[in-house]
C-alpha cells in the first residue's frame, strides 16, 4: 500500500509538471560528504516564504504524500502538516486525532458520520488500523477544485522519505517542515499524550528522519512549545494564534521568545509585523487562500504565508 501511495505521489508530480527540471546527477564522493555537513546547516531562507497548507488543500486531499509532493511542485518552500500519536507511537500526519466526517471513510466503506467521527480515535488505533481508512477518495464540501484520490494518514515517515527525493523547482532549497503538535490539555489521555511526552516523541521522530535543521515546530498549545522548547532549545519554533489580544499579551503566555509568530490572518496588521520585526520574531500568517487577500497580507510585510494555494502565491511572488 505504502509503494502504491509512493508511485501515485511521483505519477501527481509528473502530471502537474510546470516544465522539465534539470536532469539529477549521480552523487560523487564529495556530494556524500555534503550530505553529512548539511544534517548540521540550516538553509538559507528565502526572503518571503510560501507554506503549502496540509500540502496543497486547495488541490489535493490534505496532509497526504500526493498533495505535499504536488505543494512542492507549485512552489512551496515549507510544508505545512499536523501531527498526532498513535496507539503504536508513531507520529500520525493528521489535523484531529480522530476520522474527520468530512473526508474519511470507514475500511467497510461507509462514510464517517459526525456524530460517532470521535469514536474512531487516532490515540487508541494502531497505525495499521489508522491506514485501513480511506481520507481522500470523498469530494470535499469547502474545496471544490480538489481532486479527490484514495489516500490514508500517513505516518511522519512516509511523508518525509518521498518529499525528501522529490525533484525540486530549479534553484530552490531542499524542502522544509513546519510541524503542528496537535496538543490541548482537553485532549490529554484520551486523544494524545500530555505536553511533554507528545514533544519528546515527535522531537526524536525529526532526529531520527535527519529534517532537524530544516524543522519548525508550531502549536496553539504553550504547553508543547514550552516543552519543545525546553528538550531541544535549538529548534525552531513559531506561536499559532486564534484569538484576539494584543501582541504582548499573546508572547507573554510563553516563558521564551518564539522564532515566528503565526497568527489567523484577520488579526493582524502593518503595525503587528513592524512590532515583531523589530524583536527579531519573523510573521508568518495562516491561512490566506483567496487572491485579493494574498495580495493584501503581503502588502504588511510578512515573512510568508501559510496557504491552501501555493500555487497562487507562487505566481505572484515570481511571475512566470
Known amino acids: 500500500m505504502i509503494r502504491h501511495i509512493y508511485s ?3 505519477g501527481a508530480l509528473i502530471a502537474t509538471s510546470c516544465g522539465d527540471n534539470p536532469a539529477e546527477e549521480a552523487p560523487s564522493s564529495s556530494d556524500e560528504a555534503m550530505t553529512s555537513m548539511e544534517q548540521n546547516t540550516p538553509p538559507a531562507l528565502p526572503a518571503f516564504e510560501i507554506q ?3 500540502g496543497i488543500r486547495g488541490l489535493l ?3 497526504t504524500v500526493p498533495g505535499f509532493v504536488l505543494s512542492i511542485r507549485e512552489g512551496s518552500d515549507v510544508l ?3 501531527l498526532c500519536i498513535s496507539k503504536d507511537g508513531a507520529v500520525i500526519v493528521s489535523h484531529e486525532p480522530w476520522m474527520s466526517h468530512e473526508i474519511c471513510t470507514t475500511p467497510s466503506g461507509d462514510p ?3 456524530k460517532d467521527e470521535r469514536s474512531h480515535n487516532l490515540y487508541q488505533m494502531t497505525t495499521a488500523e489508522i491506514q485501513s481508512y480511506d481520507c481522500g477518495s470523498r469530494v470535499h464540501p469547502r474545496f471544490p477544485d480538489q481532486r479527490p484520490l484514495p489516500m490514508h494518514k500517513p505516518t511522519l515517515s512516509d511523508v518525509v522519505s518521498v518529499t525528501e527525493t522529490v525533484p525540486l523547482l530549479q534553484g530552490k ?3 522544509r517542515y513546519n510541524l503542528e503538535i496537535k496538543h490541548t490539555a482537553a485532549l490529554e489521555s484520551e486523544f494524545c499524550p500530555d505536553a511533554d511526552t507528545f514533544a519528546r516523541i515527535v522531537l526524536a521522530e525529526v532526529n531520527r528522519l535527519g529534517i ?7 502549536s496553539f498549545s ?5 516543552a519543545v522548547h525546553e528538550q531541544a532549545p535549538e529548534m525552531t519554533t513559531a506561536w499559532l494564534i486564534a484569538s484576539e489580544g494584543d501582541v504582548a499579551s499573546q508572547l507573554a503566555k510563553l516563558t521564551f521568545t518564539p522564532d515566528i509568530y503565526s497568527p489567523n490572518w484577520t488579526l493582524l496588521d502593518a503595525q503587528n509585523v513592524r512590532e515583531l520585526q523589530e524583536m527579531d520574531i519573523r510573521v508568518i500568517p495562516w491561512t490566506v487562500n483567496e487572491q485579493e487577500d494574498l495580495y493584501a497580507v503581503m502588502q504588511l510585510g510578512v515573512d510568508g504565508i501559510i496557504t491552501d494555494f501555493p500555487d497562487r502565491l507562487f505566481d505572484m511572488r515570481t511571475p512566470r
Open 8 to 10: 501515485l505521489a511521483l
Open 52 to 54: 503549502g497548507h496540509r
Open 61 to 63: 486531499p490534505e496532509n
Open 80 to 82: 505545512e502538516m499536523d
Open 112 to 114: 464517517v458520520a459526525e
Open 173 to 175: 532549497n531542499k524542502v
Open 212 to 218: 532537524q535543521n530544516r524543522t519548525c515546530i508550531q
Open 222 to 226: 504553550a504547553a508543547a512549545l514550552e
